[in-house]
């Protein structure tokens, strides 16, 4: 699936839904770092950018880097996707005792 995206992204890289699916499968293989490059690439106008920051606050948070996930999670807490705000919210709370 990574080769897929991979080469679908050479003909067209900023394209947000490429971009959040090979960050997901980056992800889910365990290369962070690639999912948090592929992630950051997501426009704000995309309908992946929430989820995109969300997944990228857990990467950050992963690699105990409170400050950046805080700075991720804050729009998503602020964002219109109820169930993402909702979680959001909640780590952000968690993390405020940190």
Not at 2 to 9: E, F, G, H, R, S
Not at 11 to 23: I, S
Not at 60 to 89: C, E, H, M, W, Y
């Amino acid at each position: 699936a990574a080769a897929l995206l991979d080469a679908a992204l050479l003909a067209d890289g900023a394209n947000d839904t490429l971009n959040y699916f090979r960050a997901v499968v980056y992800e889910r293989a365990g290369d962070e770092q690639t999912a948090r490059t592929s992630y950051g690439k997501v426009p704000v106008e995309s309908v992946f950018h929430v989820r995109a920051l969300y997944r990228s606050a857990l990467l950050l948070l992963r690699s105990d880097d409170i400050t950046g996930a805080r700075s991720a999670l804050d729009p998503v807490a602020a964002s219109d996707d109820q169930l993402l705000a909702a979680k959001a919210r909640d780590l952000l709370d968690r993390l405020s005792t940190r």
